[in-house]
C-alpha cells in the first residue's frame, strides 16, 4: 500500500516541537516532551489491509458521543462523507482542530459531512478515552459526529495510521482522496492548498481529485501492543 507506512525520524519530532513552540506553550516537563515523541513515532503497520483510491468503504456501526450507533446510512441526502481519523490528544490533531470544524461546517451543508473517527486505543492513550471524548466535543462544541472505534477494526480497515487523516467518501462510499487537510500543519494562515476543499470541489464538478493522495502529517495512532 504506497504512502501508508512513515517511518519515525527526526523531521516529525522537529514539527511537532515547532508546533508548540510557535504556539508559545512553555514550562513543559521532560515527561511530556518524552510523550510527544511517542506521539510521533511510527506504529508497526505494515501489514494492516487499507483502503486506496477507487476502493470502496464498508457501511460502520460506531459509538457516537451522544451514545448513538452513528452510520453513513443515517446521512440521507449526504453526497459523500469527509471521514476524518482524529483524537484528543495529538499535539497536530489539536492544531487542526478548527480547520476540521471548519470543513464540517462548510461542507455538511453541500452534502459532505465530517464524520470523526477517534481511532485510539485508550488502554494505551488514557486522554482519549471514550469519557474525554465526550469532554473534548462538549467543550469544542463539535456539530458533527465524534465516533469511538472500539477494537480498532474501522481503523484497521480504512489502514489509516496518523492523526489526522481524511477519507473522502463519494455517495457510493468509493474513497475519492486520501491524506491531509491542507498544505501547513503550522498555520492556517499561511494554507496555499486545501486538498479536502479542493476534492470536494472536483468532485461537485465532475472531475478526478487531483492530487488524490497526501501524505497524512501527525501522530502515530495508538495500538494495542
Not at 487523516?165 to 500543519?185: F, M, P, Q, S
Not at 472536483?202 to 495508538?222: H, R
Amino acid at each position: 500500500m504506497i504512502g501508508k507506512t512513515y517511518p519515525f525520524n527526526i523531521h516529525y519530532s522537529f514539527i511537532i516541537l515547532k508546533l508548540f513552540l510557535m504556539k508559545k506553550i512553555i514550562g513543559f516537563s521532560v515527561t511530556i516532551l518524552a510523550a510527544v515523541a511517542l506521539w510521533v513515532a511510527a506504529t508497526n503497520v505494515n501489514d494492516l489491509p487499507g483502503l486506496k483510491v477507487g476502493d470502496k468503504a464498508s457501511e460502520i456501526a460506531l459509538k457516537n458521543v451522544d451514545g448513538k450507533t452513528v452510520s453513513f446510512k443515517d446521512y440521507k441526502e449526504a453526497k459523500g462523507f469527509i471521514v476524518t481519523f482524529t483524537c484528543n490528544t495529538c499535539p497536530v490533531a489539536q492544531v487542526y482542530e478548527e480547520r476540521i470544524i471548519a470543513l464540517h461546517n462548510k461542507f455538511a451543508a453541500k452534502g459532505y459531512p465530517v464524520i470523526a473517527v477517534m481511532p485510539n486505543d485508550p488502554t494505551v492513550s488514557s486522554g482519549d478515552s471514550f469519557d474525554n471524548m465526550k469532554v473534548r466535543a462538549k467543550d469544542k462544541k463539535y456539530g458533527f459526529a465524534y465516533l469511538f472505534d472500539d477494537g480498532q477494526k474501522v481503523t484497521n480497515q480504512y489502514g489509516a495510521t496518523r492523526t489526522p487523516e481524511i477519507y473522502l467518501l463519494d455517495k457510493n462510499l468509493t474513497v475519492r482522496y486520501t491524506g491531509a487537510i491542507d498544505d501547513n500543519a503550522y498555520d492556517d494562515t499561511s494554507v496555499k492548498t486545501n486538498y479536502v476543499a479542493n476534492a470536494i470541489a472536483a468532485l461537485e464538478k465532475g472531475e478526478e481529485p487531483n492530487p488524490s493522495f497526501t501524505k497524512a502529517l501527525g501522530c502515530g495512532i495508538k495500538r494495542k501492543k
